[in-house]
């Protein structure tokens, strides 16, 4: 069964503003139209037969893969943890509506009119599904190559400033502000050995959430020791996953100096 069903016909200037945007002229335009179209359009346009939901879906895969790929080749010093926290902040909700806005994809939405009065076309729920369904439509009708194209001019600058910001915050603040703003506990340093001569001391550091024993770390000073737990921490946490929905890559703000967090060791 061919799933592309013809569309009752957007206004022509809509669909050729939006082509001119994105830089890219469909073969189907059909697939366009479909991935503009929200389930509430469908409920006053019984003629529709198919909304965005299901080019969301494929959009979605689409665009983890694209992505994934963007990164392994623009950053061959990135680890698998790296990578995972980069993508994850670039394929978020937020991100993807304002990817969505710049493409202009909200004026070009085609919405139920009760959906339309209430500010659908802003919503960042709509936006971010429509971005994901014009990665579906442009996998379908060009492949790979213009997904790539139109992701390569969005996403570099944005993958720039997350570096940037994410280099800014020390692993201690970083990790701080995950485990206090996700889960509600502030980590806890413990100096648990310490070797060497007065002038070449090697501290090993630990640090807890709720007891539990979450990094290790070591350094020539108490707080090289710290933050070097923070990080293991962090990758650890990273590696499983827990980390990368809520504070994909720490980006602005912070949470204080490193010396002066809860249970620090002087």
């Known amino acids: 069964m061919n799933d592309l069903q013809p569309m009752t016909s957007h206004p022509q200037s809509v669909i050729d503003a ?10 189907e335009t059909d697939w366009l139209l479909r991935a503009l179209t929200h389930s509430s359009y469908l409920n006053e346009h019984p003629e529709e037969k198919s909304d965005n939901q299901r080019l969301e879906f494929l959009g979605d895969a689409v665009l983890d893969f694209a992505v994934a790929a963007w990164i392994f080749v623009a950053y061959p010093e990135f680890q698998e943890g790296e990578m995972t926290r980069l993508r994850a902040a670039l394929v978020r909700e937020e991100q993807l509506a304002a990817f969505a806005r710049q493409l202009g994809l909200g004026a070009a939405l085609r919405l139920g009119r009760g959906e ?58 970083r990790f701080q502000e995950w485990a206090q703003g996700t889960l509600g506990v502030t980590p806890r340093y413990h100096i648990v050995d310490e070797t060497g001569p007065d002038h070449d001391k090697l501290f090993v550091a630990e640090i807890t959430l709720e007891q539990t024993v979450v990094g290790r770390g070591e350094g020539h000073s108490k707080q090289l020791a710290e933050q070097a737990a923070a990080q293991a921490a962090w990758e650890e946490m990273s590696q499983a996953n827990r980390i990368v929905t809520a504070q994909p890559v720490a980006a602005g703000g912070g949470a204080g100096e490193a010396g002066e967090h809860p249970g620090t060791t002087g």
Request: no cysteine; proline share 4%; charged share 25%.
């Open 18 to 27: 939006l082509q001119e945007r994105i830089d890219y002229r469909f073969a």
């Open 116 to 173: 339309e009065e209430g500010g659908g076309q802003a919503r960042p729920a709509n936006l971010a599904d429509a971005f994901e369904a014009l990665m579906g439509a442009l996998y379908l009708d060009g492949g790979l190559a213009p997904v790539q194209q139109i992701l390569l001019q969005l996403i570099q600058p944005v993958a720039e400033r997350i570096i940037s910001s994410a280099a800014d915050k020390d692993a201690k603040s």
